[in-house]
């Protein structure tokens, strides 16, 4: 059986570094065009497939980069420095982005944009959830796909996520060091898996800190609304000293009931929130809540998916990016029991 070819040998043949045949290979800037093909046409004369299979790769690269997110999610100032972050990063590797709003129609009938029904897009990065089958349906194209702020056991897709889990934990243990033990816990959990981690977080922090669950303070289904939240609330016979909520929206229309219902924030209760978007910063008081680096999940996708792109037989990776707790004053200590 003939010997595989490798990068080493192309290097030796050529008295170069393998970083130099590595980046003339993969289409990479470092080496002069010069360099570039020489090292191509040793590659060819020595049977190196990789070469071939690169070569066919890059041929299929349009220039074009695809951001992909539904209706909802574009309509969201949370995500708006995640789009201008890729929007940046895409155009300083020279690439152009193409940017597609789904609405529930296309979702529901599985129909794809015209950018990846003719291939004219070399990657895609999809913004946050539109629905499991759409998304796969993305993903059977064979076009690289990077999905940001949501992921799914049945989509099988490169993700960056916050770590959900480990956040929601600090959050709820800045509630216990301020001596809360009834502690509830407000969010939708099957609206999406991360407001389902940032449960089991909530979870793990109370059993971490030997805190009991009251699980009547435990409201995992609720509409993102005043009157969702206000309807939420009302059918408890009492309230905890201290609520994590899932988001910074549902922070704010938790904040505001209370209020309206004459209970000091957070004198007599208080509450923490998540995301750190612009409800939390506006409310009265402003809200704890935990950060997200929107730039830097911006600018995480599209490394991953320019590595995708060049690794597209590599095992599916999720990246998780840590999130830190901001204190502001919507959180105090408990009172006197």
Same mark, same amino acid.
């Given at each position: ?65 695809? =951001?992909?997110?539904? *209706?909802?999610?574009?309509? &969201? #100032?949370?995500?708006?420095? +995640?789009?201008?972050?890729? $929007? ?115 979870? =793990?922090?109370?059993? *971490?800190?030997?805190?009991? &669950? #009251?699980?009547?303070?435990? +409201?995992?289904?609720?509409? $993102? ?113």
């Amino acid at each position: 059986m003939a010997k595989k070819i490798t990068m080493q040998d192309i290097a030796r043949e050529l008295n170069i570094s393998k970083n130099s045949v590595s980046q003339a290979l993969s289409g990479k800037p470092g080496v002069s065009e010069e360099t570039r093909q020489l090292i191509k046409t040793k590659a060819e004369e020595l049977g190196y497939q990789y070469s071939i299979a690169k070569k066919q790769n890059q041929a299929n690269h349009s220039g074009n980069i695809a =951001l992909i997110a539904s *209706d909802l999610a574009f309509s &969201l #100032n949370f995500f708006g420095d +995640i789009y201008l972050t890729i $929007e940046k990063e895409v155009n300083q590797r020279g690439m152009n982005l193409l940017i597609q709003s789904i609405d529930d129609h296309t979702r529901d009938h599985l129909s794809l944009p015209s950018f990846v029904q003719d291939r004219s897009v070399s990657g895609i990065i999809i913004l946050s959830h539109i629905s499991t089958d759409y998304i796969n349906r993305i993903i059977d194209t064979g076009i690289p796909t990077v999905l940001i702020d949501h992921h799914h056991p049945l989509n099988p897709a490169d993700a960056i996520l916050i770590n959900n889990r480990f956040a929601a934990f600090k959050a709820v243990h800045h509630l216990i060091n301020l001596g809360h033990k009834q502690i509830g816990f407000l969010g939708d959990v099957n609206r999406s898996p991360s407001y389902q981690e940032r449960y089991e977080g909530f979870l =793990l922090a109370l059993k *971490d800190n030997n805190v009991k &669950l #009251n699980n009547k303070f435990v +409201i995992t289904e609720v509409k $993102e609304s005043g009157e969702g939240v206000g309807q939420s609330i009302d059918k408890l016979d009492a309230l905890p000293t201290a609520w994590f909520c899932t988001n910074d929206g549902l922070g704010f229309f938790l904040l505001t009931n209370l209020q309206s219902k004459g209970i000091n924030v957070p004198a007599d209760v208080s509450v923490c929130s998540f995301d750190n978007g612009q409800l939390s910063r506006i409310s009265n008081p402003k809200t704890t809540t935990m950060n997200v680096d929107l730039q830097l999940y911006g600018k995480k996708a599209i490394e991953q998916l320019f590595w995708r792109m060049d690794h597209p037989n590599d095992p599916i990776q999720e990246i998780l990016i840590d999130s830190n707790l901001i204190v502001r004053e919507s959180t105090t200590t408990v009172k006197n029991e």
